[in-house]
T-cell receptor, first 105, second 114 residues
């Protein structure tokens, strides 16, 4: 079993839609969780950290479910510019393979 | 802004060549990392370093070595390049050892081994 798993997608959604991704992790002792965004042929950049209480940044909400060992990313009112690959990372070092999001007009 | 600079954007090498990938960060970060990224496999950690002259193996260190003679520079070495080392290589840095520290990535080196 991989340490961190993501649905590769692609998720094809219309502009304005709400979309959610999950990321499961295998190590119950994991302490920190992140979502990164990676545009085509670019490097990953931090989107947001994921705290135990969850956190929100504008249209983006990240949540942690320790009991079921997954983190989630919710994007509301999707924009064309949200099209990218979303990578989850656990304990800074371990990354998932990413979920592709395509927002279409 | 933190800048992590990788010396080459694209590199083409022949099987058996010794290859050096250089990475420099300008924010006095303690920690530096080398990943490779392949379709469907995501980012896999090759080596990392928490201090000068210090290195630790990641998940896939075989066929690679690293050097960190100065704090700002972390080099990845392919001793004898093979075709299965064709990949995107990403260098990253972070300020401290804490798990809560985010990573800053360089723009990557696409290496092709022929």
């Amino acid at each position: 079993r991989k340490e961190v798993e993501q649905d590769p997608g692609p998720f094809n959604v219309p502009e304005g839609a709400t979309v959610a991704f999950n990321c499961t992790y295998s190590n119950s002792a994991s302490q920190s969780f992140f979502w990164y965004r990676q545009d085509c042929r670019k490097e990953p950049k931090l989107l947001m950290s994921v705290y135990s209480s969850g956190n929100e940044d504008g249209r983006f909400t990240a949540q942690l479910n320790r009991a079921s060992q997954y983190i989630s990313l919710l994007i509301r009112d999707s924009k064309l510019s949200d099209s990218a690959t979303y990578l989850c990372a656990v304990d800074k070092l371990v990354f998932g393979a990413g979920t592709i999001l395509r927002v279409k007009s | 802004d933190v800048k992590v600079t990788q010396s080459s954007r694209y590199l083409v090498k022949r099987t058996g060549e010794k290859v050096f990938l250089e990475c420099v960060q300008d924010m006095d970060h303690e920690n530096m990392f080398w990943y490779r990224q392949d379709p469907g496999l995501g980012l896999r950690l090759i080596y990392f370093s928490y201090d000068v002259k210090m290195k630790e193996k990641g998940d896939i260190p075989e066929g690679y070595s690293v050097s960190r003679e100065k704090k700002e520079r972390f080099s990845l070495i392919l001793e004898s390049a093979s075709t299965n080392q064709t990949s995107m290589y990403l260098c990253a840095s972070s300020f401290s050892r804490g798990f809560s520290e985010k990573l800053f990535f360089g723009s990557g080196t696409q290496l092709s081994v022929l």
